[in-house]
């Protein structure tokens, strides 16, 4: 007898606008990503994620997008919240930031974030980021996500 856990290739965006999480689903969509989820705001986001990474029938996220921007400090808030509960449970966080110095991406990443996306106004460069994204997700899945 085998146990079988599924996980679903499904990214969790957490982003505290509405219009812009619309816009960035869509985008991925459109790029080749296999399920979005709206986790909502912060808060929200914090509740979802404690209730399905503790779940062990749940299916998780194969990666979490990270997109706040409530103020400038948002996302690495969330990223100091969430470490130790996504490095748990190996699933990476990318952060989407406005162009930012290369303190501020150390900063990120020491606190958790696989990868950091500058997130831009125009839309061919927006949808590059998108791409890469989705293809972040793809050479970050977990082995038993595809059935090795």
Same mark, same amino acid.
């Given at each position: ?7 679903? %290739?499904?990214?969790? /965006? ?5 219009? %812009?999480?619309? !816009? ?8 080749? =990503? ?14 979802? /994620?404690? =209730? ?6 749940? =299916? ?7 997109? !706040?921007?409530?103020? %400038? ?5 969330? !990223? ?28 990120? !990443?020491?606190?958790? =974030? ?25 050479? %970050? ?8």
């Amino acid at each position: 007898m085998s146990n079988y856990v599924n996980y679903a %290739s499904f990214v969790a /965006l957490i982003d505290d606008d509405e219009h %812009s999480a619309h !816009l960035l689903t869509r985008t991925l969509v459109d790029q080749g =990503a296999h399920g979005v989820q709206s986790y909502g705001d912060a808060n929200q986001a914090l509740v979802r /994620l404690k =209730a399905v990474l503790s779940d062990v029938t749940a =299916a998780w996220p194969a990666l979490i997008i990270l997109d !706040l921007k409530e103020h %400038s400090g948002a996302n690495l808030e969330f !990223l100091d919240t969430i470490g130790q509960l996504t490095c748990q449970h190996g699933v990476p966080v990318v952060v989407l930031a406005p162009q930012q110095t290369e303190q501020c991406r150390q900063a990120l !990443l020491a606190n958790g =974030a696989a990868a950091v996306f500058v997130r831009h106004a125009e839309r061919d460069a927006y949808r590059r980021v998108a791409a890469d994204i989705v293809e972040f997700v793809t050479l %970050s899945q977990r082995p038993e996500a595809v059935g090795m």
